[in-house]
């Protein structure tokens, strides 16, 4: 029977994407691993594999096409001695997932969906487990569930038609699972009426009070529309609040000076911002119980300080997440920092390298920026904002007056997880960390 490629979820909140680019063509043999085509989520692009073999018998979404569904057809592949006459033969399986065991009797063209590289959601195997019941789940799903003694009957899928994905296996932990669930509230209110009505009804409005002025009309893509709903719901349902310091970073400077000398000879060269990831990084191991989320219901306390950053993109802004960040050597995350903000701008980021963290950096100092309030991106329980360190006049600890570079610090809170004397005390030690930045490598 033709087998059709579904459209894949890249993410759990994902519910369409652009198919940017086949790189096959109808009649072209595919074996397992050959990539078939590129398809652009909001943040990134991703190129996917085959898993089975066969011959393309029909391309049914051209490229380029935007709001191509999750689990929808996208081309249809023949196996040994199929025709082309048989695709048009066979119905397309419904868009929506269905049972396993209705879809079985109900059509008789095969599902399978794309395989990804690194961190994307493959094409469906299935098994079936010890007590008889079927599994659904991918040949990688399955190899790493058992590397990681993880029980697949106790997994439900997020893959097409409820497949069990290697996205299911990463997030058997308690706190990967419970970030995916507040993913998941906040694609729901992403995609909700109330954050696109407004827009829609408010733009005749608008566009007749500027009827006699010129001006050019600029489509939302995926990623602004995203970006505009999420922190549109940050600033109506988080309480923020906002807490400020100034740093003197004299100290740090000398002490980067010296190292970057130091590490010349390996490439590598430590910037301002590559201090701040490993001061927060560090106060959140010092402030444990600031190092949290909210999960709607609860909060969620984390133990490794996994810290996003932000960074500038065409068209918009993503947050790379540095995992561990706490733990690693001022040398190792800038090495990853570089190549992770190299990536993004590429849109070459896997969904597992920018979502989740309990904290985020927002760094504007490199424009000049004295200081900023920053807008929390949920779930996480605070921002950072970073402004430039600039030569200012000030009263030293004996009381005379002098000069120093100083940088301003604003931190934004999440009320709901962190109170005003937490978030201070927070705040206090990264400064602490900032100002003593040798104490950071003991």
Known sequence: MPI????????????EGTLAKWLVKEGDAVASGDLLAEIETDKATMEFEAVDEGIIGKLLVAEGTENVAVNSAIAVLLEDGESSSEVDAAPSAPASPAPAAEAAT?????????????????????????????????PLARKLAAQNNVDLTRLSGSGPRGRIVKADIEAAGSAVSADRTVASMASAASTSGAA???????FETISKLYAERAYEEISLDRMRKTIAARLTEAKQTVPHFYLRRDVMLDNLLGFRGEMNAALAE?????????????ACALALTTVPTAN??????????FTPADIAVAVAIDGGLITPVLKDADQK?????????KDLATRAKGRKLAPDEYQGGSFAISNLGMFGIDNFDAVINPPHGAILAVGAGKKKPVVTASGELGVATVMSLTLSVDHRVIDGALGAELLNVIVKNLENPMAMLA
Do not use: C, H, Y
Request: zero cysteines; proline letters at 8%; a negative charge.
């Open 196 to 202: 696109s009505a407004p827009q829609s009804a408010n």
């Open 329 to 337: 050597s001022l040398s190792v995350l800038s090495t990853e920092m």
């Open 106 to 138: 109900s059509s008789p063209a095969k599902s399978a969906t794309l395989a990804s590289s690194p961190a994307s959601t493959p094409p469906a195997a299935e098994d079936k487990a010890a007590e008889g019941a079927r599994i659904f789940a991918t």
């Open 292 to 301: 949290a989320i909210w999960a709607g219901d609860r909060i969620l306390q």
């Open 4 to 15: 059709e490629i579904l459209m894949p979820a890249l993410s759990p909140t994902m519910e």
């Open 266 to 278: 390996r490439d590598v060269k430590l910037s301002v911002n590559d201090f701040v990831i490993k």
